[in-house]
């Protein structure tokens, strides 16, 4: 523990986990559950909140952000004013001082000095973070993150929308969080960071997770949030890199963080269980209550369905060691489809890659009950991740383009949402059984499927197999699968106005336009 004392407050730096956890305890800040977990309070906030993120404009960046709802701007002068307003505030109090990287990558790591107001939060730094073994060894310029939960802004005064506030400043290298005691609001603040900053140096920031065979194949799962991304990638027979958020440069796919941000809901051992057995003492348990044994309630989403565990890679049993591996062989575009027009899967090409990927089609708004799709509602999200991109999402799907043709990566779109009503894979309508994706995964990532035979889905306008490793064949053309092959072409054409009515807003060439479902 290193310890500076000044006017009788505090400085802690670098602290060991159970040095964090201890004082976590002891100040009151959290409690321990049953399983040694770091038990974190509920906030006022249990998700990212879009309408308190901001980006500073200012001369350097102001012409290659895309301005909207996702990316705020924010006055210098202002910022410059709650910036000192919020130091003020960190100075009159113990504050935990974290120094990491983002980026596991020698040429484009960033070098991060993370100050808290609160010991959890530095605990969450350091798991989701990468723990060098020597602090920024090319003597980068390190990017300065103040966060001070217990802060409330003043919108009149300080010009935010609310009491809280997450403010990135690329031309002085520091974010400001202000009042957001949710832990994955730090997460997302330098992903966005890496997002903007790499796609400048032609490298690809990617919402996704990464993992690879032991014969160093390495496959991709983009995916919203409950997509399936942490289950499908964290898999006992392959190494994982990482759960969602990677950069793919020439030659690498690097993961940007050291740890994982698992959700919690209808978490079971049955299922996921090395995600299971990461939640240890170290971890941490964020939006989830426990029972009277202290024992965490993952299907209790009483107050929220956005549980979420944190826990460092070294807690995965099979874990790629070096936290990076090569160019991607397989990519899988995982969508939670709730029309059950969908197939279970289907080859892409590049174009209809990048279609989808702009695209970002999936589902928000998770029910108690797993099976019961009634509280969701279809989303689009560009580049499946929307909050966290600062340039214009054309710009990305171009440079995933340019990755896919060099590299020659086999591209797939996996359902992981409703398919029809074939009992063979829904038990009448259910969501499909996350085993049976896992046999799609595997034969994905075994090669099965490279060069298979496929058939057109119209409407859609995908290429389903014909056949599938450990699937019913009768099951993977969606048509077969409803009762009436008519409702079927109603909803699917009902799904492709969707889509092509969402893309208008991309600026790209018609062979990527027609790529898409085509209704008519």
């Known amino acids: 523990m290193t310890q500076n004392d000044d006017s009788a407050l505090r400085v802690f730096t670098d602290l060991l986990p159970a040095e964090l956890i201890e004082l976590a305890i002891i100040r009151r800040e959290a409690t321990l559950a049953n399983n040694g977990t770091l038990l974190l309070p509920i906030g006022n906030r249990t998700d990212l909140s879009p309408a308190d993120q901001f980006i500073v404009d200012e001369p350097s960046t102001t012409d290659a952000i895309a301005w909207g709802a996702d990316n705020q701007p924010f006055p210098q002068e202002r910022f410059d004013a709650l910036w000192e307003k919020v130091h003020e505030h960190l100075s009159r109090q113990d504050r935990f001082v974290s120094h990491l990287h983002v980026g596991q990558d020698p040429e484009h790591y960033l070098a991060v000095k993370i100050s808290s107001e609160t010991a959890w939060h530095s605990l969450f730094a350091h798991n989701i973070f990468i723990r060098p073994d020597k602090y920024n060894p090319s003597g980068k310029q390190q990017w300065k993150i ?48 890496l997002h903007f900053l790499l796609a400048e140096k032609d490298v690809m920031p990617m919402h996704c997770a990464a993992n690879a065979g032991h014969d160093g194949s390495v496959a991709l799962f983009f995916g919203l949030s409950g997509a399936g991304k942490t289950s499908l990638s964290t898999d006992p027979d392959r190494l994982l890199i990482g759960d969602d958020a990677h950069g793919w440069s020439r030659g690498a796919v690097f993961n940007l963080e050291g740890g994982c941000y698992a959700k919690t809901h209808h978490l079971k051992p049955a299922t996921d269980p090395l995600i299971w057995d990461a939640i240890h003492f170290g971890a941490t348990i964020e939006n989830v209550v426990m029972d009277e044994q202290r024992r965490p309630a993952y299907d209790d989403t009483g107050l929220t369905q956005n549980g979420r565990c944190s826990y460092p890679l070294e807690y995965i049993e099979s874990r790629c060691m070096e936290n990076r591996g090569a160019e991607p062989r397989h990519i899988l575009f995982l969508t939670c489809d709730i029309s059950g027009a969908l197939p279970p899967l289907a080859i892409l090409h590049r174009e209809a890659a990048i279609y989808h990927f702009l695209s970002g089609y999936g589902a928000r708004g998770w029910p108690p009950d797993p099976d019961d799709n009634s509280g969701i509602s279809m989303c689009f999200f560009p580049c499946y991740g929307a909050p966290f991109i600062p340039g214009a999402a054309h710009l990305y799907g171009e440079l995933l383009g340019r990755r896919i043709e060099d590299s020659g990566s086999h591209l797939y ?71 009436d092959p008519q409702e079927w072409e109603n909803r699917a054409r009902q799904l492709a106005q969707q889509f092509v009515d969402n893309f208008r807003q991309f600026d790209v060439s018609e062979q990527i336009v027609m790529a898409g479902p085509q209704p008519s």
């Not at 490279?450 to 699937?471: K, S």
């Open 146 to 193: 103040l966060h001070a939960s217990h802060f409330r802004c003043n919108p009149d005064e300080d010009g935010t929308n609310s009491d809280g506030a997450v403010i990135i400043n690329f031309a002085r290298r520091k974010v400001l969080l202000a009042g957001m005691a949710y832990g994955g609001e730090i997460k997302r603040a330098l992903f966005s960071v």
């Open 413 to 483: 779109l996996v359902n992981t949402g409703w398919s029809g009503e074939c009992r063979d894979t829904n038990s009448s309508g259910k969501r499909t059984p996350i085993a049976v994706t896992r046999a799609i995964v595997r034969a994905i990532t075994s090669g099965a499927l490279e060069g298979t035979p496929t058939q057109l889905l119209p409407l859609l306008n995908l290429r389903i197999p014909t056949a599938v490793p450990g699937i019913d064949s009768h099951c993977l053309d969606p048509r077969n699968t409803w009762g």
